[in-house]
């Protein structure tokens, strides 16, 4: 296995000043401040291409983005246009992916704990795919359904106990966790909710985790699923789509190793070969991950017991991957002097978990310089919150040449002074 070829070059040095793709970054610090959330239109629409190239092997296919990795309009509106529908977990993430002109027969609702009035929203809007995570939603989809004249479309998640070998908190497929059908329990519910009438019950959906970066599991829990699709249709049912979710990892360190998306699509190949179903994959961190970098202003350089704290003007507020899950983000300077230092990395957040690095070895940085957080396109601006009355940075799209602000500071209006 090789990594992917990194994206990352969309952000690179020109004349020893960071650019997003042919914008230098100071140029969007001057015009919006900082902290900024910098996305590379070439970078998701390369992603978006190298991953629908890749599963062009395969003869029938679906895609749809999981919005939760990035919900900005604008992006979500460039992957509509490379032919991307939605995977989404909300009544809200559907109006982004509606109103960003993703038809709703292309939309895949995920998540398990849909309200009445989400499954009600998205029955009179169309969604494409209900994505059933317990017997009774799809008892109360049904009969939301039949009360409005229509059917609804669904596959029943199925919880494989397979372990994605990942973060414990974005591992999502093993017994014990919240989500999906114990897979041996899936043939009696599958008959039972297929007599339903106002549901059309068409697969199966699986998803066992997020930033996966071996095969292994993924072939043993597509191959799960394999035989569960065979005992179904011993069963008499017709199974013509398998869901097979999202979870490949990307490179967050310059020597991480990730499955290539060939690889993967041949695995896909070998073992879905004799399924015959359409195929939906939900990808969200590999399209979107490596096309955005977190830019922040140096506050202070202060003095430390062991190390200096480098506080920068971005927190856990904007970027909760590091404090969420020890996540690694890269940092570079915008404008490096050449020099380094050993320093901690910290927001201003009044948590002791406020921490984007612990002794790192980085470029020499001073009050007011710039730099960046790589790789936060995807879990990033999606996961920001307010926390100490912060506001929510704003967003920029990079196209070539020129930027666009695509989502603008917001501060919630009682928390302004
Ligand atoms: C159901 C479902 N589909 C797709 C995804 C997207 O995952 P990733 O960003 O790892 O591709 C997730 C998040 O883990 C998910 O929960
Ligand atoms: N938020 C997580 C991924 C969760 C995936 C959602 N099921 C991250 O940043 O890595």
Redesign the pocket.
Known sequence: MTGHRTLVTYFSSQDGVLCAEGVPLPVIAEAVGTPVHVYSAAALRDAAHRFRSALAILPSVRVAF?V??NPNGAVLHLLAGCGFGADIVSGGEMRRALDAGIAASDIVFSGVGKTDRELADALAAGIGQFNLELEEEGQVLASLARARGRRATAVLRVNPNVDGRT?A??S?GRRGNKFGVAIADVPAMYDRLSRLEGLDLVGVAL?I???LRDLAPLEEAYDRIGYLVADLRARGHVISRVDLGGGLGIPYRADDVVPTLDAYAAMVGRVTRDWDVELTFEP??VVAGLAGVLMTRVIWVKPGADHPFVIVDAAMNDL??PA??D?FHRFEAVAPDGERMVANIAGPVCESGDVFAVARDIDRVRRGDLAVLHATG??GA??ASTYNCRALSPQVLVDGDRFEIVADRYLPEEFAA
């Open positions: 999981a939760k990795a973060h908190k974005i999502t998803h985790g997020s930033q969200g961190r909760a991957r969420l899950y996540a995807a879990y999606a996961m």
